[in-house]
């Protein structure tokens, strides 16, 4: 049960005639390697969930959205289905689904309970197998429909690749409005897909870099709003925040520590360097990790907590580097042309996400925890931040264009590359992990 929203959202696995999940047979021949260097979309028919008047479609073209954007499925356009599906609840006749290629359905149903509840259920079916892959129930109240749609999408996505879905998730970011030389900046949370937005600040004051906890329903930021950057703690749904530290100095690029219980940052003191500092959010104790006349920043945490990667000119001009949480074993990790900056751990522990400046260019990139295998997934004016979807298949980071920035996401391909929609320019995007 998804905790998070329990009061809000209730979903049950049900039988739904068959099981609740039905295992695919080892001969089945719906299959999608996402290791593989170069995935072929997998073609999936998806049909309007039966019931609920408008409802039905909506989930339908959400679940369809999420699934197209991820660039491992291909939705097949309605007008070629030949059945029309009646009863979710049968079996189709996988014949008329087999001769326009759709290797997946999906068929569903939604309805009103007494209580006012909306009830969602889907099927996945291997139309070549014949074979029901899985089926699950969910119940919502009204504010939750989106979810529903992004749960069954995620539901889909792992039967169908074997590893979890990131449809269900939001990211805060800043939204950024006005003249350019008068920009006003708010703390904002959205979907993953843009929709449902929410301001966190009213933009008085001047916010930066926010960053998720690993409990999800908590942030840090920074915020100019005493003139010096400070960095705040701020629980998104009570909307309740309380100052991390006063720190002599600039504060920038605080970060969680996986557990929650501490956040890293780079502190800038009177002699113009910075360095690295862990806070104990409890005993608000401060540790510092490295002591370097250059300019130390922008660290994050591995996944585990053990290691840290950050930026660091000390040998010149910034690269990246990995030490151990307690600031032991520093050592340089990237070796390529250009300047790099904001390395972040993938959260499956096997990359580290960067932005590069080179040869006029901004490039948002992946390398091996070791600095090999370094890949560029996209190249542009002016582009930075990375930040991974909970799964580590998907980065999102934001890039300048036509007089402000704006959200973009790539995959590890660096081939599917998508426009994230946002009512006004956006930057400092961070990505939630998955719901509960």
Known sequence: MRSFLKPLLTIAAMALGITAV???????LVELNVNKGNVEPLPIAI??????????????QIVTADLKRSGLFAPIDKSAFIEKITNPDAAPRFEDWKVINAQ?????SVSKEADGRIRAQYR???????????????FANDANQRRVAHIIADAIYERLTGEKGYFDTRVVFIDESGAKNARKKRLAIMDQDGANVRYLSDGKSIVLTPRFSPNRQEITYMSYESGQPRVYLLQIETGQRELVGNFPGMTFAP?????????????????????????????????????????????????D?????????????????????????????????GVYSTPVWSPRGDLIAFTKQTGGE???????????????LSSGFQQEGPTWAPNGRVLMFFRDSAGGPKLVSVDLTGRNEQSIPTANFASDPAWSPLLE
């Open 124 to 138: 996945l079916w291997d139309t070549f197998a014949g074979q029901q892959m899985a089926g699950e129930q969910f």
């Open 305 to 337: 907590g053990s290691k840290v990667v950050f930026t660091s000119d000390r040998g010149g001009r910034a690269q990246i580097y990995v030490m151990g949480a307690d600031g032991s074993g520093q050592t340089r990790i990237s070796f390529g042309d």
């Open 47 to 60: 049909t309007d969930f039966q019931g609920g008047d408008a409802l039905g479609a909506q989930i339908s």
């Open 104 to 108: 997946a359905l999906v068929t569903g």
């Open 255 to 303: 970060r969680f520590s996986p557990d929650g219980q501490k956040v890293i940052m780079s502190l800038l003191r009177d002699d113009g360097n910075s360095n690295i500092f862990a806070m104990d959010l409890r005993s608000r104790s401060t540790t510092r990790l490295t002591n370097s006349i250059a300019i130390d920043t922008s660290p994050s945490y591995s996944p």
């Open 22 to 28: 039905v295992p695919m047979p080892a001969w089945a």
């Open 362 to 376: 901004f490039q948002i990139g992946v390398m091996k925890t070791d600095g090999s295998g370094e890949r560029i």
